[in-house]
Protein backbone atom coordinates (compact mmCIF):
# COMPACT_ATOMS: atom_id res chain seq x y z
CA UNK A 1 0.00 0.00 0.00
CA UNK A 2 2.59 2.33 1.09
CA UNK A 3 4.41 1.99 -2.67
CA UNK A 4 0.96 2.70 -4.37
CA UNK A 5 0.78 5.65 -2.41
CA UNK A 6 3.71 6.61 -3.42
CA UNK A 7 3.43 5.91 -7.19
CA UNK A 8 0.21 8.03 -7.02
CA UNK A 9 2.05 10.43 -5.84
CA UNK A 10 4.71 10.19 -8.57
CA UNK A 11 2.25 10.36 -11.01
CA UNK A 12 0.26 13.37 -9.89
CA UNK A 13 3.68 14.90 -9.65
CA UNK A 14 4.42 14.17 -13.84
CA UNK A 15 1.01 14.95 -14.60
CA UNK A 16 1.34 18.25 -13.19
CA UNK A 17 5.14 18.59 -14.64
CA UNK A 18 3.75 18.09 -17.94
CA UNK A 19 0.87 20.77 -17.69
CA UNK A 20 3.43 23.44 -16.57
CA UNK A 21 5.87 21.58 -19.50
CA UNK A 22 3.40 22.59 -21.99
CA UNK A 23 1.98 25.64 -20.66
CA UNK A 24 5.88 26.98 -21.12
CA UNK A 25 6.31 25.46 -24.53
CA UNK A 26 3.27 27.45 -25.80
CA UNK A 27 4.71 30.86 -23.81
CA UNK A 28 8.39 30.34 -23.87
CA UNK A 29 9.06 33.74 -21.59
CA UNK A 30 7.09 32.16 -18.77
CA UNK A 31 10.18 30.35 -16.55
CA UNK A 32 8.13 30.21 -13.82
CA UNK A 33 6.00 27.57 -15.61
CA UNK A 34 9.36 25.57 -16.47
CA UNK A 35 10.31 25.88 -12.74
CA UNK A 36 6.68 23.89 -11.75
CA UNK A 37 7.57 21.61 -14.24
CA UNK A 38 11.19 20.99 -13.52
CA UNK A 39 9.85 20.77 -9.47
CA UNK A 40 7.05 18.16 -10.77
CA UNK A 41 9.84 16.00 -12.28
CA UNK A 42 12.62 16.53 -9.27
CA UNK A 43 9.28 15.39 -7.06
CA UNK A 44 8.69 12.36 -8.94
CA UNK A 45 12.30 11.43 -8.67
CA UNK A 46 12.95 11.74 -5.11
CA UNK A 47 9.43 10.06 -4.41
CA UNK A 48 11.26 6.97 -7.05
CA UNK A 49 14.31 7.24 -4.70
CA UNK A 50 12.41 7.76 -1.50
CA UNK A 51 10.83 4.00 -2.14
CA UNK A 52 14.04 2.84 -3.59
CA UNK A 53 15.10 3.34 0.46
CA UNK A 54 12.29 1.66 1.67
CA UNK A 55 12.61 -1.73 -0.34
CA UNK A 56 16.46 -1.64 0.25
CA UNK A 57 17.62 -5.08 1.89
CA UNK A 58 21.02 -3.59 2.51
CA UNK A 59 22.60 -1.25 4.54
CA UNK A 60 24.59 -0.50 1.31
CA UNK A 61 21.36 -0.44 -1.04
CA UNK A 62 19.72 2.21 1.44
CA UNK A 63 23.35 4.13 1.60
CA UNK A 64 23.31 4.83 -2.09
CA UNK A 65 19.25 5.18 -2.64
CA UNK A 66 19.89 8.04 0.42
CA UNK A 67 23.01 9.34 -1.63
CA UNK A 68 21.59 10.02 -4.87
CA UNK A 69 18.39 11.09 -3.30
CA UNK A 70 20.21 14.27 -2.92
CA UNK A 71 20.33 14.75 -6.50
CA UNK A 72 16.33 15.12 -6.90
CA UNK A 73 15.75 17.42 -3.99
CA UNK A 74 18.97 19.53 -5.03
CA UNK A 75 16.62 20.64 -7.76
CA UNK A 76 13.04 20.96 -5.64
CA UNK A 77 15.00 23.48 -3.25
CA UNK A 78 16.35 25.44 -7.04
CA UNK A 79 12.80 24.80 -8.53
CA UNK A 80 11.28 26.06 -5.33
CA UNK A 81 13.31 29.29 -5.27
CA UNK A 82 13.15 30.28 -9.28
CA UNK A 83 9.23 29.85 -9.31
CA UNK A 84 9.24 32.34 -6.54
CA UNK A 85 11.75 34.54 -8.54
CA UNK A 86 10.36 34.28 -11.74
CA UNK A 87 6.68 34.24 -10.78
CA UNK A 88 6.88 37.36 -8.30
CA UNK A 89 9.97 39.01 -9.63
CA UNK A 90 10.75 39.87 -6.40
CA UNK A 91 13.49 39.01 -3.44
CA UNK A 92 17.31 39.39 -3.14
CA UNK A 93 19.49 38.25 -5.72
CA UNK A 94 22.19 38.40 -2.92
CA UNK A 95 19.63 35.52 -0.76
CA UNK A 96 19.14 33.64 -3.84
CA UNK A 97 22.69 32.96 -4.86
CA UNK A 98 23.37 32.73 -1.25
CA UNK A 99 20.77 29.75 -1.06
CA UNK A 100 21.95 28.17 -4.68
CA UNK A 101 25.57 27.75 -3.50
CA UNK A 102 24.74 26.27 -0.19
CA UNK A 103 22.50 23.95 -1.79
CA UNK A 104 25.69 23.23 -4.16
CA UNK A 105 28.60 23.12 -1.37
CA UNK A 106 25.56 20.45 -0.09
CA UNK A 107 25.19 18.48 -3.21
CA UNK A 108 29.37 18.45 -3.69
CA UNK A 109 30.16 17.11 -0.01
CA UNK A 110 27.29 14.37 -0.21
CA UNK A 111 29.24 12.84 -3.38
CA UNK A 112 32.79 13.29 -1.80
CA UNK A 113 32.15 11.44 1.30
CA UNK A 114 30.57 8.05 2.12
CA UNK A 115 27.78 6.51 2.54
CA UNK A 116 26.23 10.49 2.54
CA UNK A 117 26.28 14.11 3.57
CA UNK A 118 23.71 12.91 5.93
CA UNK A 119 25.49 9.98 7.72
CA UNK A 120 29.32 9.25 8.48
CA UNK A 121 27.55 6.14 9.01
CA UNK A 122 24.77 3.52 8.85
CA UNK A 123 25.21 0.92 10.84
CA UNK A 124 21.43 -0.82 10.36
CA UNK A 125 18.52 -1.01 9.44
CA UNK A 126 14.89 -1.99 10.95
CA UNK A 127 12.43 -3.67 9.12
CA UNK A 128 8.97 -2.14 10.03
CA UNK A 129 5.70 -2.00 8.28
CA UNK A 130 3.66 1.35 6.74
CA UNK A 131 0.26 0.87 5.73
CA UNK A 132 0.51 -2.46 5.89
CA UNK A 133 3.96 -3.09 4.04
CA UNK A 134 7.45 -3.47 5.64
CA UNK A 135 9.64 -1.23 4.43
CA UNK A 136 13.46 -0.41 5.32
CA UNK A 137 14.09 2.56 8.21
CA UNK A 138 17.13 3.46 9.83
CA UNK A 139 17.74 1.55 12.89
CA UNK A 140 21.57 2.63 13.36
CA UNK A 141 23.40 5.39 12.22
CA UNK A 142 25.95 8.29 13.25
CA UNK A 143 25.07 11.13 11.68
CA UNK A 144 27.39 14.01 10.20
CA UNK A 145 26.23 16.57 13.05
CA UNK A 146 29.19 18.71 11.97
CA UNK A 147 27.47 19.38 8.12
CA UNK A 148 23.45 19.24 9.71
CA UNK A 149 23.87 22.80 10.72
CA UNK A 150 25.25 24.11 7.49
CA UNK A 151 22.28 22.47 5.88
CA UNK A 152 19.45 23.99 8.55
CA UNK A 153 21.55 27.46 7.78
CA UNK A 154 20.85 27.08 4.42
CA UNK A 155 17.26 26.02 4.48
CA UNK A 156 17.14 29.22 6.75
CA UNK A 157 18.44 31.27 3.62
CA UNK A 158 15.78 29.91 1.93
CA UNK A 159 12.81 30.41 4.09
CA UNK A 160 14.33 34.79 4.31
CA UNK A 161 14.43 34.45 0.50
CA UNK A 162 10.95 33.86 0.24
CA UNK A 163 9.82 35.82 3.41
CA UNK A 164 11.79 38.70 1.62
CA UNK A 165 9.63 37.93 -1.75
CA UNK A 166 6.05 37.23 -0.68
CA UNK A 167 6.78 40.74 1.32
CA UNK A 168 8.07 42.81 -1.20
CA UNK A 169 5.34 41.38 -4.22
CA UNK A 170 2.86 42.70 -1.38
CA UNK A 171 4.16 46.02 -1.24
CA UNK A 172 4.56 46.53 -4.87
CA UNK A 173 1.51 47.29 -4.85
CA UNK A 174 -1.84 46.65 -6.81
CA UNK A 175 -4.07 44.03 -6.73
CA UNK A 176 -2.16 41.24 -8.84
CA UNK A 177 1.02 41.23 -6.96
CA UNK A 178 -0.73 41.34 -3.69
CA UNK A 179 -2.63 38.32 -4.97
CA UNK A 180 0.56 36.43 -6.05
CA UNK A 181 1.94 37.45 -3.09
CA UNK A 182 -0.39 35.79 -0.94
CA UNK A 183 -0.75 32.72 -3.23
CA UNK A 184 3.08 31.84 -2.82
CA UNK A 185 3.61 33.18 0.76
CA UNK A 186 0.55 30.72 1.79
CA UNK A 187 0.62 28.21 -0.52
CA UNK A 188 4.36 27.52 0.24
CA UNK A 189 3.73 28.23 4.16
Not at 57 to 73: C, D, G, I, K, M
Not at 94 to 105: D, E, G, H, K
Request: proline share 1%; hydrophobic share 60%; net charge positive.
Amino acid sequence: MATILWSLCGTVAIALAAVCGLLWLIERRDLASLMLCTLGVAAAASGYAEVGMMHSATVEEFSEWQRWNHVPLFFVFIALLLFVHYYLGTGRLWLMWAFIFARSVVLFVNFSVRPSFNFSDIVSLRRVSLLGEQISIIDVAVARSQWQMFAIASLILLMAYLIDAAAQGWLKGGTDSRRKALAVGLGIA
